[in-house]
């Protein structure tokens, strides 16, 4: 007869109790290993997200006018808002505000669009001319917007003087003076700044689409446009909504390329919510405004990302 | 007697010499204090001007060392706001007068009576230098030099125009007409009508009668003064086609362009930018200095000051040394020979090296006469956010300037409110 023989772990000791490399080695095998990796960035998203953006709401709720300590910092309930309702400038702003990040994302993005299909084309030199287009998105927003304001000086600027020597301008144009063109001229400095991003995204999402599509839309008939239409936007849609909403995240949160360029000016033409907020808290040092502004702006943009992922489709997929 | 050495001697010996090497270093750095100085200095002159104070002050103080730490002057009231705010601040920092009532206010000032009473320069200093860094009786600050408010005119056109430089409001407009000739691509004057133009805007309203703070200290504005003062400076604009076409954007590196590139007649600033000019047209021959206008009824010429201030109160010995150092005639002239920055030492701007020199006595009389910017809790702001996108409106026909003035003026009870 053979005798089944069982082997049993040894004991374990005070030690295997206590070291904590087998303690985790063992949590590693449970399902709350998944919290334990969890908890460094969770830590670090509370500390520079969560804990900044809950303390700026509650500061919109509050007298915080820095230059006037006599005021206090006493609950004002519903105070800075209320005063958003009749304040002008705060609408004009908005209004600015829709303008810029609407003409700036649709340019941006037509000529990304462009840009990514020409470059999927795989010419010769076409890494080169990749690595050229995106320049302009390397360079930090102050470098482009003093460059920028140099090119379009009315005295020296380079792009006067061009226009004036083919002979689409008579003379010299200030165009950061002019509330006609002031936004305009912002809008394509941007522009030019920030098409790579969607020309990266899009190119990148060019690369996965299947070239059998187009082999059979061929067959089919189709063309450029109708491939354009029917296949390469349909299929680039999830990129395309993810571009969109990061640009216009970037462009509602950033004043400094319109601070350098008009700081909002001539007048209030080019004076977008960014700045306003900016203003009001660097120059005014009324925090307590400036965070309610802040707050508007990221209810605006909360509402503008749920109703665009639900208009575009893009979860349906 | 021979003394041997083995191997672990050797050893224990290097070992000890160079412990003790490591520690001389840091003994003798121990006995350095390290400061930070936040600056928005901006020219190459001025960086020139500030090497040569910081080389002058390292070889009187060796056991300080100074770190200057240059911040735009755009950006300085939100850095020092986020500095004093966050407990980062620096150890002393270079405050211009319309900023002191706010750091004053948040509390980012240190209190320097004390010290400035029984300093041994103080004497050099007239009162009037101390008004605008005093709040409530208590000093903040030393002047460090003073921004002379002054015109700049082209005397060779002037000259071929046979005009003299305009002594009152009515004789510059006139002269800014005579000298304007688009078809040369000239205009009679360099308006700041984009970041920094509400200082211009101010001290017009001023000259028209229109003053900020009242006798009795309160702040109002008066509403007829005012709109006379705005129609008269835009006009020069959009009446007299006298400035060029792009002053509403224009800031102060336009307005400097324009003229050192011969494409403007006059220009309003301060003494800062003699050296800059002289280096692209010929002092005394292509242009040449005079005090400002005098307006209608008040004669309105700024004297600004560049206060040095203490910051962080742990080092305050060490940035009391700096910052009084400024004070010394030696720094203060080194500073001017290199920016054009007046002393605000009285001592210091009677140094022959200044009263010599003829082009700087538009200067020197200005220091009779010239008053310092008003100043108040909150000034700053609403000059910037309020009158400055107000102006631009009239300039760019957006607005008149009655519906200019009213928004300044209810912008000035909402920052006094």
């Known amino acids: ?317 | 007697m021979t003394t041997r050495f083995d191997r672990r001697s050797v050893l224990k010996m290097g070992g000890g010499l160079l412990a003790a090497s490591a520690l001389l270093p840091a003994r003798a750095m121990a006995q350095q204090t390290a400061i930070n100085y936040w600056h928005t200095f901006t020219s190459q002159s001025e960086f020139a001007g500030l090497e040569d104070v910081m080389k002058l002050f390292a070889a009187a103080h060796p056991d300080i060392a100074v770190t200057q730490e240059n911040i735009p002057n755009p950006e300085f009231m939100a850095k020092i706001t986020a500095a004093v705010v966050s407990g980062s601040r620096p150890d002393s920092t270079m405050v211009s007068s319309e900023r002191v009532a706010d750091l004053v206010a948040m509390g980012g000032l240190t209190d320097l009576t004390d010290r400035i009473a029984a300093w041994e320069r103080r004497g050099d200093f007239d009162d009037s230098r101390f008004a605008s860094i005093t709040k409530d009786g208590k000093v903040y600050g030393i002047p460090a030099f003073t921004f002379v408010d002054w015109m700049y005119y082209r005397k060779d056109w002037f000259d071929e125009a046979g005009l003299a430089p305009p002594t009152t409001y009515a004789e510059f407009r006139d002269a800014a007409i005579k000298l304007t000739d688009p078809a040369k691509g000239r205009f009679g004057f360099g308006m700041r009508g984009g970041a920094g133009g509400q200082s211009y805007v101010i001290n017009i309203m001023e000259g028209f009668g229109a003053k900020l703070i009242q006798d009795d200290g309160s702040i109002s504005l008066d509403r007829d003064k005012a709109i006379e003062a705005v129609d008269w400076w835009s006009g020069l604009l959009i009446k007299d086609g006298a400035v060029p076409p792009s002053a509403p954007n224009d800031g102060f590196r336009q307005i400097m362009e324009a003229f050192q590139t011969g494409q403007t007649a006059m220009l309003w600033h301060h003494t800062g930018s003699f050296q800059d000019n002289s280096k692209l047209l010929k002092a005394g021959v292509e242009f040449a200095t005079a005090a400002i206008p005098a307006g209608p009824v008040n004669r309105v010429s700024r004297l600004g000051y560049a206060y040095n201030t203490v910051t962080k109160p742990e080092t305050i010995d060490a940035s009391w040394e700096w910052i009084k150092f400024w004070g010394e005639p030696d720094a203060a002239v080194a500073f001017l020979e290199k920016t054009g920055y007046f002393p605000a030492s009285t001592v210091a701007a009677q140094d022959e090296r200044i009263s010599g020199n003829p082009l700087y006595k538009p200067a020197a009389d200005t220091l009779g006469f010239g008053i310092p910017a008003p100043s108040f809790a909150g000034f700053a702001g609403w000059s910037e956010s309020v009158v400055l996108p107000a102006f631009q409106r009239v300039l760019i026909k957006e607005a008149t300037p009655e519906q200019a003035v009213d928004e300044m003026i209810d912008g000035l009870a909402q920052a006094i409110a």
């Open chain 1, 1 to 317: 007869m053979v005798e089944a023989r069982i082997s049993y772990p040894p004991p374990l000791t005070l030690w295997d109790r206590i070291n904590p490399v087998r303690m985790i080695g063992e949590l590693s095998e449970t399902r709350y290993w998944m919290y334990l990796l969890l908890i460094p960035s969770a830590l670090l998203i509370t500390a520079v997200v969560i804990y900044p953006t809950l303390y700026g709401m509650q500061m919109s709720f509050r007298e915080m006018r820095l230059n006037r300590p006599d005021l206090g910092t006493g609950w004002v309930g519903l105070k800075h808002y209320q005063r958003m309702l009749t304040d002008p400038i705060f609408w004009v702003s908005l209004r600015n505000t829709a303008v810029w990040v609407t003409s700036a994302i649709a340019l941006e993005f037509l000529i990304g669009l462009i840009a990514a299909l020409a470059l999927n084309r795989n010419l010769p030199g076409s890494k080169v001319l990749a690595v050229l287009i995106l320049l302009p998105y390397f360079l930090p927003n102050v470098v482009a917007g003093h460059m920028w304001a140099l090119m379009l000086d009315p005295r020296l600027g380079v792009i006067n003087d061009l226009l004036v020597k083919i002979g689409w301008l008579e003379g010299y144009k200030a165009w950061f003076a002019d509330p006609s063109t002031a936004m305009a001229a912002a809008i394509v400095v941007e522009a030019w700044h920030s098409f790579p991003f969607f020309t990266l995204l899009i190119l990148a999402g060019l690369k996965g689409i299947p070239s059998d599509l187009y082999k059979a839309a061929d067959i089919d008939g189709a063309g450029p446009f109708a491939q354009l239409r029917l296949i390469t936007l349909p299929m680039l849609k999830t990129i395309i909504a993810a571009a969109v909403i990061l640009r216009v995240i970037g462009l509602v949160n950033s004043p400094d390329l319109l601070l350098i360029l008009t700081s909002g000016g001539p007048g209030r033409s080019t004076q977008v919510l960014s700045l306003y907020a900016f203003q009001t808290a660097y120059k005014d040092f009324n925090f307590g405004y400036a965070g309610a502004l802040s707050v508007v702006m990221f209810i605006l943009l909360m509402g503008f990302a749920w109703a665009y992922v639900r208009l575009s489709k893009v979860n349906e997929d």
